[in-house]
């Protein structure tokens, strides 16, 4: 098993910006991928961020350009840098990961989600 712990959620204003951490944890975790899916009210779950252990990236076109997406993979973990945070970056933050552990094969996991407020 593999157990994602994010951090990094709060209040901001429009403009400013917050850096979101999930670290992975579990005997013998391997990371083959760790990114951010984000839900806001009324809104059906999408995929901020991905970035894969060997650096490949990828992002929603809502953030390109004001988003970055890091990995340490000495600590299996996921970083996101938000700047020119706007309202409608509002949501729940999720952290996910493809990652196999000592008694498990690669599998997705998802965090518990951190929120993410942004006012005007």
């Known amino acids: 098993q593999v157990q994602l712990v994010e951090s990094g959620g709060g209040l901001v204003q429009a403009g400013g910006s917050l850096r979101l951490s999930c670290a992975a944890s579990?005997?013998?975790?391997?990371?083959?991928?760790m990114g951010w899916h984000r839900q806001a009210p009324g809104k059906q779950r999408e995929l901020v961020a991905a970035?894969?252990?060997?650096?490949?990236?990828t992002y929603a076109d809502s953030v390109k350009g004001r988003f970055t997406i890091s990995i340490d993979n000495g600590k299996n973990t996921v970083y996101l840098q938000m700047n020119s945070l706007k309202p409608e970056d509002t949501a729940v933050y999720y952290c996910?990961?493809?990652?196999?552990?000592?008694?498990?094969?690669?599998?997705?996991?998802w965090g518990q989600g951190t929120q993410v407020t942004v006012s005007s």
């Open positions: 996910t990961t493809k990652a196999r552990s000592r008694s498990s094969p690669l599998l997705d996991y």
């Open positions: 579990g005997s013998g975790v391997g990371v083959a991928a």
């Open positions: 970035t894969t252990s060997g650096g490949f990236t």
